[in-house]
């Protein structure tokens, strides 16, 4: 230890740092999400299938291939997700109910 410095004047120091350092890692992490564009829409429908029905209509004037899921099983929409994405032009991806 250097003469004249107490312990508690070395960890006070210490303390300042580690606080400084904290204050510009933070800064970092939150300025770019600060300074970005954030615009949202809302894609409404009275349930999950008009919601997906005008989402599509909405990503999509045309498409050659759509992908239709059970809509009743969370299982089968997840295992299609892999052949929509290998698809060229990227398709529409709808949910079905077991009543239409």
């Known amino acids: 230890m250097i003469e004249g410095f107490k312990t508690k004047e ?3 120091i210490r303390f300042y740092i580690k606080c400084f350092a904290l204050i510009v890692v933070s800064l ?3 300025a770019p ?3 970005a564009q954030h ?3 809302r894609i409404e429908g009275s349930n999950r299938y008009e919601v997906a029905v005008n989402a ?5 004037s045309t498409a050659s291939t759509v992908v239709l899921v059970g809509g009743d099983a969370y299982a089968d929409a997840l295992s299609a997700v892999p052949y929509a994405f290998q698809q060229a032009e990227r398709p529409p991806f709808e949910p079905m109910s077991s009543h239409s």
Not at 56 to 60: D, H, M
Request: charged share 20%; glycine share 6%; aromatic share 24%.
């Open 56 to 60: 599509a209509k909405r990503g999509w």
């Open 33 to 35: 999400s600060a300074f």
């Open 28 to 30: 970092c992490l939150y």
């Open 10 to 12: 070395v960890d006070f």
């Open 39 to 41: 615009t949202v829409s």
